[in-house]
């Protein structure tokens, strides 16, 4: 596709349910970050992958959260045993790796846990 | 960086007239720059980018912005705004060597008829 898809675009699930979370890149993208935005935490990087492996995962908040990146292509994002504090807009960006490059992100997956 | 401090969490202006949105950010490091926009139901795009060389950077749609290194700044500013305008403004920060970005909390600029 022309950009960054993200699936599903919205998702409630409640108290202690695992959910994944879907990242389709922009084709040629080597580089794929996860961000998430919250009112109160404004907008935090999670994760990032250079093709499959991540040298990145300091954002992480925590081990119920983890990534994954298969063919250099799709990502997926898993939380585990979800808390309302996960409630948030996950985003997902894409790019070609290095400082200079433009990350460009999709139109998020709104998680609401109840 | 460490951080990215954008003061002002809402700014209302007349249609016409200039706005400027500021932000302030703090790194041991070299960085990039970086305004993102968010449009009402739309997903985050860039709005202009600073790497190097000319300190005054440009938009299509209007805005600059001027990286002050020794004030550490990248304000954004418009001589004259539209109601096309309104929207969610953030400003951005990538360390030289670093991928991620380190995001502000956002302006909200709401442009009044």
């Known amino acids: 596709g022309a950009g960054v898809s993200q699936s599903p675009s919205n998702k409630v699930t409640e108290k202690g349910k695992d959910v994944e979370l879907r990242c389709d890149p922009i084709s040629g993208h080597t580089a794929l970050y996860w961000y998430r935005q919250s009112l109160g935490q404004g907008l935090e990087f999670l994760i990032y992958?250079?093709?499959?492996?991540?040298?990145?995962k300091s954002g992480l908040p925590s081990d119920r959260f983890s990534a994954e990146r298969t063919g250099g292509s799709v990502s997926t994002l898993t939380i585990q045993r979800t808390q309302q504090e996960d409630s948030a807009v996950y985003l997902c960006?894409?790019?070609?790796?290095?400082?200079?490059?433009?990350?460009?992100f999709g139109p998020g997956t709104r998680l609401l846990v109840l | 960086a460490q951080s990215v401090t954008q003061l002002d969490s809402q700014v209302p202006v007349f249609e016409e007239a200039p706005v400027e949105l500021r932000c302030n950010y703090s790194?041991?490091?070299?960085?990039?720059l970086f305004w993102y926009v968010q449009y009402p139901n739309q997903g985050l795009q860039l709005l202009l980018k600073?790497?190097?060389?000319?300190?005054l950077v440009e938009s299509i749609n209007g805005f600059e912005a001027e990286f002050n290194k020794s004030q550490t700044s990248f304000h954004l500013r418009k001589p004259s705004v539209h109601i096309s305008d309104t929207a969610e403004y953030f400003c951005a920060v990538r360390d030289f060597g670093n991928e991620k970005l380190t995001f502000g909390t956002g302006t909200r600029l709401t442009i009044i008829p």
């Open positions: 790194s041991s490091v070299s960085v990039y």
């Open positions: 600073y790497l190097s060389g000319s300190t």
């Open positions: 992958f250079q093709g499959n492996s991540a040298p990145d």
């Open positions: 960006a894409t790019g070609l790796a290095g400082g200079q490059e433009t990350q460009y």
